[in-house]
Structures are given as structure tokens and as C-alpha cells.
């Protein structure tokens, strides 16, 4: 488990959020929410979706609830924020440096992959968790609970501090 590491530029995003858990996902609440209007935001510029994770700080390095809850996007990208349309919102993803995962397999499989990322692959990289939005990147090969389904895992990193920096 290899990932590409990449700098995000900022990247202005028009969708809908929801507070959610993962005791009590609402995930397709969002999306099902959000996708029959997507066609609605005009200054789109690709056909890409984002799923987007906006965890309270610490939120993964106190003692860990799933019942705590954090903020859901589900968005597209765009060029501006001069149309947005009614009961969306816009977001602007910072610039930084991102672990990228690429998936395939059904969403509701990838847990096995989430914890090769956070519990092998980060704790054993030159990297730590950043405090920027997480998100997963659904792209032309993305096909929801299909097998053969493909998207990207957008991990904020940044690189960790020595020990000596730290006194």
C-alpha cells in the first residue's frame, strides 16, 4: 500500500453537509439528498464527486467514540461560489499535502483499507494526520456498490516534527 503524495491547490466546492457519526451514518441521506440536484450547480468544472470528512480537532487522537459527530459534504468542484443554488453551500478545501490511496471494491468494503492506512501505513510513514478536511475523490470509474468501483482516498498529511523540534 503505496500512495501517491500530492499537493491539493485550494479547491472551491458547492454541495450539501449534514452532521453525521459513524455510529449513526447518514451518509445516503446526503447523497440522496444531494445527487438528483447536482445538476443544478452551473459553474461545475468536471463531473468528479466529493465526499468530504470535517473531523472536530483531536478528534481521532483522543479516546476514539463513534457516536461523536462530524461534519459530511457531498459536493462537486467548481470555478466560483457566484451561483450557488438554494439549499447548498460552498466550501473551499485549503491547499496541503495529501496521502492519495486509490480503491477498488464496494464503498461499504473499503474498511479493511482504512485500517491498513491509519493503523500501518501512516504510524510506519515519515507523515502524521493533519487537521484538514479528509475526503474520497469519486471519479468516471467510480460505480457505487459495484465490485469493479474505483475512487481515491484524499488523507490530510503533514510531515511529523522531531522529537528535537519539539523542546
Not at 466529493?50 to 463513534?66: A, H, N
Not at 483499507?113 to 493503523?119: E, G, P, Q, S, V
Amino acid at each position: 500500500m503505496t500512495p501517491k503524495i500530492e499537493t491539493l491547490p485550494p479547491t472551491k466546492l458547492i454541495g450539501k453537509k449534514l452532521s453525521t457519526s459513524f455510529a449513526d451514518d447518514k451518509t445516503f441521506d446526503l447523497w440522496r439528498s444531494f445527487s438528483p440536484r447536482k445538476r443544478e450547480v452551473k459553474n461545475s468544472i468536471n463531473n468528479d464527486l466529493y465526499s468530504v470528512e470535517i473531523y472536530p480537532d483531536t478528534y481521532f487522537f483522543k479516546k476514539f467514540d463513534p457516536n461523536r459527530a462530524f461534519e459530511k459534504w457531498a459536493a462537486i468542484a467548481v470555478s466560483d461560489f457566484e451561483q450557488i443554488p438554494d439549499e447548498m453551500e460552498s466550501l473551499t478545501l485549503p491547499k496541503g499535502l495529501y496521502a492519495v490511496f486509490q480503491y477498488k471494491g464496494k464503498p461499504s468494503q473499503a474498511i479493511e483499507t482504512f485500517k491498513r492506512i491509519y493503523a500501518e501505513w501512516l504510524p510506519n510513514s515519515e507523515y502524521e494526520m493533519d487537521s484538514r478536511p479528509y475526503f474520497a475523490l469519486m471519479g468516471d470509474k467510480y460505480k457505487g456498490e459495484h465490485p469493479e468501483s474505483e475512487e481515491e482516498f484524499w488523507v490530510p498529511i503533514k510531515n511529523k516534527q522531531k522529537r528535537s523540534e519539539l523542546y
